[in-house]
């Protein structure tokens, strides 16, 4: 650790998670050093529990947030649009695990689908073929079982349902990975001892984070000053309009002010986006490098939804690894489902604290309790797909509620697109047919949880009227100010999002270093 | 006799109990004993004690509930005093049940057991030797991926299509 002065200008980022705990990482190995904002408290394996509620209240982002539209999270989770972390390492210390590339399509989907009726789809500016050897970097890093020599990940309980149910649906890309998270020893870490603990912090250290990984070494290069409980509240500017400062509040509510010669940002594409808008200017009156209107815009949370399907033979699919099973074959494009896009079946487990809050938000009942009663018997996946950017699903700030500081809080509005309602339905039935085909006797189609997948509010576009950020993730209005986490996707891809969010960061970070060193910025 | 005074106090010895036996009816499982619904009714009870309104509202729902039943909510079946919440699901009182007690009840050591959930595992070594993988009414599955012809990504719309390119364009204002 060291300490950088608040009259120093540094490299600034804000949110250590996949994005800025990578990105915080790669500079100080390339001896730059990084002031690295974290709002949450540096929580580590000590301090977390297996207890579902008791590990929310303490690691999830629950500031005030407000939420509408049509998609049903917001009738029952009025104030809960997003299931986050607010900790060191971000989300990466509640994420599940699975590592799927994007694929070539993916990048250009207004190339590969055409135009689609409502959303606002755009190409990214870069390829698959650019990608590749930051894929590679990122798997590496994050030790992605099938990948680079990393053993799979055997065969748990809830895998051995979905993968036989997959099987005889005639489905053949199923396997246990992709998934971050150590089959044996490696790069310092322990295999996993299958606690069936992911989304509650990982005790045993086996797991992939920026709290395990990145961050630990970017102290030890004596280059990170790592500030935890300090919440960004603005990015200032000069006179020419380059980012000069982050004022940030620390844990006693004292506002600071750190000197900045580049500021990234990477505090969760709800966070992100609202950190730009709250950093409006009489030189930026619709906030920071928002000369697009794009700021907070095209707000994508994934299709998602949940089947869980119930047998004779008990299945105990909290026991293991939560999402070491991925089927891959309906993650590709193909129209005559009905649908552009593509998703992918992972294995998921909740505990019955959280499946009974989130089976069916509000069921009550022997219905409900019946279905609860088969616990043991029970398996379980998760659909994760394409969702459509649309530029009415965004985030805002709202204009009467405020969070514990007295800012604003943010808003996300998100309706479906026909197209995501169309895909989902697809996957509940397939779904259905593949727990079936091992003989379930009862399924339960689960709606869509508060979003753990937060991408697409500061995208990344070729021209600037597009999108906020360029290839790098460099703002198109702010030379110095840059963007390093899942808010700059340009469209969501099917994939889940953090190896991407990873790679990225890692590519963005050598960029950075590039420019510097040539005085560029 | 309703109580005069709103207060923590004035809800009665039996309003655990009577809550409790409203809460096994919103959430019935035959095979959980009583405890784990009345630590459920303590923590409403618990919760509410701040708030004279709510308060009320909890005596009051119940009182009303004894009416609809009869004259003593406790003397019916829970399946038969389920029927009668579904008359009230939108009132204030039956939510503050229904939301209270969805996270307490099934956060309950009792309630785990009963449905088969084992609960903490880290401080036990996980499930690496604790029967993670003990599954054996299926086949084992194959947990590498699929080593045949990769999946086709991109299925053109028009059948025989050509399928564009995804590379970057190198031209334009890329910089």
């Given at each position: ?521 | ?154 299925v053109p719309s028009i059948p025989g299509g050509t399928q564009p390119s995804f590379e970057t364009k190198k031209t334009g204002a890329a910089r």
């Amino acid at each position: 650790m060291s300490t950088i002065a608040h009259d120093e200008p540094a490299v600034v980022i804000i949110g250590s998670g996949a994005g800025g705990g990578t990105l915080a990482y790669e500079l100080t190995a390339r001896h730059i050093p990084v002031v690295l904002l974290e709002a949450g408290p540096h929580l580590t394996h000590d301090d977390y529990t297996n207890d579902e509620w008791d590990a929310f209240g303490q690691m999830a982002w629950t500031d005030m947030r407000t939420d509408n539209g049509s998609w049903r999270v917001a009738r029952d989770f009025p104030n809960l649009p997003a299931w986050t972390v607010k900790a060191v390492g971000g989300t990466t210390t509640h994420w599940a695990g699975a590592t799927p590339r994007f694929k070539p399509h993916e990048f250009k989907a207004r190339t590969a689908y055409g135009r689609v009726d409502g959303a606002n789809l755009l190409d990214w500016p870069i390829d698959a073929s650019e990608m590749a050897p930051w894929y590679d970097k990122a798997e590496i890093a994050m030790g992605s079982t099938h990948r680079h020599g990393r053993k799979p990940l055997p065969a748990n309980n809830n895998y051995k349902v979905l993968a036989n149910g997959a099987e005889r649906l005639g489905y053949k890309y199923y396997a246990t990975g992709p998934y971050a998270t150590n089959a044996e020893e490696y790069d310092g870490r322990p295999a996993s001892v299958q606690d069936g603990f992911n989304f509650q912090g990982d005790k045993n250290g086996s797991k992939w984070s920026t709290l395990v990984r990145e961050i630990p070494r970017a102290c030890a290069t004596g280059l990170l000053d790592l500030r935890p409980n300090c919440h960004a509240v603005q990015i200032t500017h000069d006179a020419q309009g380059r980012a000069d400062g982050v004022l940030y509040l620390d844990e006693n509510g004292a506002m600071h002010r750190q000197r900045a010669r580049l500021v990234s940002v990477a505090g969760n594409a709800i966070e992100s986006a609202r950190l730009l808008l709250l950093s409006e200017s009489p030189m930026f009156p619709d906030g920071l490098a928002n000369s697009s209107g794009q700021v907070g815009r095209n707000y994508m949370r994934h299709l998602t939804g949940s089947q869980y399907a119930q047998f004779d033979e008990p299945v105990h699919m909290y026991r293991g690894e939560t999402m070491a099973g991925i089927v891959a074959d309906e993650s590709k494009h193909d129209t005559s489902r009905g649908f552009v896009g593509g998703y992918y079946l992972e294995t998921v487990s909740l505990g019955p604290a959280f499946l009974a809050k989130f089976l069916d938000p509000g069921a009550w009942g022997r219905n409900f309790t019946s279905f609860m009663e088969q616990y043991a018997n029970t398996a379980a996946l998760w659909i994760v797909g394409e969702d459509m950017p649309q530029e009415c699903n965004r985030v805002t700030l709202s204009p009467s509620a405020t969070d514990q500081h007295g800012l604003p809080a943010p808003n996300v509005y998100y309706d479906d697109h026909a197209n995501d309602t169309a895909m989902r339905e697809h996957a509940y039935r397939r779904t259905a047919q593949l727990y079936q085909a091992v003989g379930a006797k009862r399924t339960y189609a689960t709606t869509p949880y508060p979003s753990t997948h937060n991408l697409g509010t500061v995208r990344m576009s070729e021209r600037p009227e597009d999108g906020v950020v360029n290839q790098w993730g460099r703002a198109h209005d702010v030379p110095n100010l840059f963007v390093s986490d899942g808010s700059v996707f340009t469209t969501s891809a099917a994939a889940n999002p953090t190896l991407t969010i990873v790679a990225l960061a890692i590519r963005q970070a050598d960029y950075i270093a590039d420019q510097m060193a040539a005085g560029e910025i | 006799m309703p109580p005069t005074e709103y207060s923590a106090d004035a809800l009665g010895e039996n309003v655990t109990r009577r809550l409790a036996r409203a809460l096994r009816a919103v959430f019935p499982h035959d095979n959980v004993p009583d405890g784990p619904y009345e630590r459920s009714a303590e923590a409403i009870l618990s919760s509410v004690s701040a708030s004279p309104h709510q308060t009320a509202v909890i005596v009051e729902g119940l009182r009303g509930l004894d009416g609809l039943t009869g004259g003593d909510l406790t003397a019916v079946t829970a399946d038969e005093l389920s029927a009668v919440l579904l008359q009230i699901e939108r009132t204030e009182f039956f939510q503050i049940m229904l939301t209270n007690t969805v996270v307490t009840l099934y956060s309950d050591q009792e309630v785990w057991d009963a449905l088969g959930y084992e609960g903490f595992s880290s401080d036990k070594g996980g499930y690496v030797s604790r029967g993670f993988d003990d599954l054996d009414w299926l086949p084992e599955p194959r947990v590498e991926e699929y080593d045949g012809e990769p999946l086709t990504d991109y299925v053109p719309s028009i059948p025989g299509g050509t399928q564009p390119s995804f590379e970057t364009k190198k031209t334009g204002a890329a910089r």
